[in-house]
């Protein structure tokens, strides 16, 4: 089946220490995004690829940054994570198209020691 | 403001019972898409329902059935018949711009359903 994953499903990373946490999809959809979630939050828009343009988000910090190798490959690299950092990282896919829903990964889970 | 507002926390049903799952939402874009996602407690993020703004019917996908009232820019999610395994946070979410758009979803805070037996 067509699908988005995400890897690892867990993650630990100590303060500080930079973390990449990867994306790939078999949909061959032409975006990919980065969602963050915090406990008991709402999934948060960290940024988007459309193809090979980045859109990062306003409000996202710069220690947040995204690489796009290929269509089908996304990866999130937090330089220096801080305790605040750790959430569930959602990648999620969609066409451009009118109506098309966003396909998510399972998330990766990061903790912060 | 919020451009999406759920203002149920959390809901307790019973098995077999329809549940209507509030969602508002707040654009001054005329064209916009709507959707709602569940999230079991493993944490993916499941597509369940899809409404856009020019659509003249209300959207219906098995079980669920969207009732979108654009006047009163409401998108309130109905679950007919109700099972053990509805129960999950829902998340209401919005993109605005015209179809086609590559925005991500701005989503509401979420209503964590409890189906009891």
């Known amino acids: 089946d067509a699908m988005v994953i995400q890897n690892p499903r867990y993650q630990v990373t100590q303060f500080g220490k930079p973390v990449t946490l990867s994306c790939s999809q078999t949909l061959n959809h032409n975006v990919m995004y980065w969602y963050q979630q915090k406990s008991s939050q709402a999934p948060k828009l960290l940024f988007h690829?459309?193809?090979?343009?980045?859109?990062n988000e306003a409000d996202t910090p710069d220690n947040f940054q995204s690489r796009r190798p290929n269509t089908s490959f996304c990866f999130l690299d937090i330089r220096s994570p801080g305790l605040g950092d750790a959430a569930m990282y959602l990648c999620?896919?969609?066409?451009?198209?009118?109506?098309?829903?966003?396909?998510f990964g399972d998330g990766t889970r990061l903790s912060i020691l | 403001a919020q451009k999406i507002t759920q203002t149920q926390p959390g809901m307790f049903v019973q098995e077999k019972e329809a549940v209507t799952l509030d969602c508002t939402y707040d654009t001054s874009d005329p064209s916009y898409g709507l959707f709602w996602y569940k999230q079991p407690s493993s944490g993916e993020m499941i597509f369940l329902i899809y409404?856009?703004?020019?659509?003249?019917q209300n959207a219906t996908e098995g079980r669920y059935s969207l009732n979108f009232q654009k006047a009163r820019k409401s998108a309130n999610l109905v679950i007919s018949a109700s099972q053990l395994g509805d129960s999950a946070m829902y998340f209401c979410?919005?993109?605005?711009?015209?179809?086609?758009?590559?925005?991500?979803?701005?989503f509401g805070k979420g209503t964590h359903l409890i189906i009891q037996p």
């Open positions: 409404q856009g703004s020019y659509d003249q």
């Open positions: 999620a896919t969609s066409r451009v198209a009118g109506g098309q829903p966003q396909h």
């Open positions: 979410a919005m993109r605005e711009g015209a179809g086609g758009g590559a925005d991500g979803l701005t």
């Open positions: 690829y459309y193809d090979k343009d980045f859109n």
